[in-house]
């Protein structure tokens, strides 16, 4: 873990906070020298679009606004949740350099739980990741999520 890491995540917390029917879950994406180009939330429900994870939708307006195309290179992607494989294999195309997130996922998690995509070693490229940064908090949002429901 480096220096900053913490607020990276806390970063993607804010924005998981406005997932409103969706599930919590923020990310954000840092320049490599530590300029947010962008951060989301988990739209699928508000967009109906499957593909509408948080990672997706923050590294395409990182793609926009980093000036490289979509070579996300030297880039961080902070995320409240490890990756799933969509968003894992989106990120490695992205030449994202380092994946920070909060909360392991057992069930789809794509960064080391259930697969490690990002550091499989038939790719081309595979960024530097730290897991378990504020899992406690991380979880905790998602944990509280589901509760409210599933009632």
Do not use: Y
């Not at 395409?60 to 961080?76: M, Q, S, V, Y």
């Not at 968003?87 to 998690?109: D, H, I, N, Q, S």
């Not at 070693?121 to 979880?139: D, K, S, Y």
Request: charge should be negative; aromatic fraction near 4%; proline fraction near 5%.
């Amino acid at each position: 873990m480096r220096p900053g890491d913490e607020e990276l995540v806390r970063a993607a917390l804010r924005a998981a906070r406005l997932s409103g029917s969706d599930v919590p879950i923020g990310a954000v994406v840092v320049g490599p020298d530590g300029t947010e180009l962008a951060s989301a939330c988990n739209a699928r429900e508000s967009l109906g679009d499957p593909t509408a994870h948080a990672e997706v939708l923050a590294l395409r307006e990182a793609a926009r606004r980093h000036g490289d195309g979509w070579r996300l290179e030297g880039c961080t992607l902070a995320v409240t949740v490890e990756p799933c494989t969509m968003c894992a294999g989106a990120l490695v195309l992205a030449r994202v350099a380092r994946v920070v997130f909060g909360a392991w996922e057992p069930k789809t998690g794509a960064v080391g739980s259930l697969w490690d995509v990002v550091r499989d070693r038939r790719l081309n490229h595979r960024p530097e990741v730290v897991g378990g940064v504020l899992e406690q908090e991380c979880a905790q949002l998602v944990d509280e999520f589901f509760r409210h429901h599933r009632m």
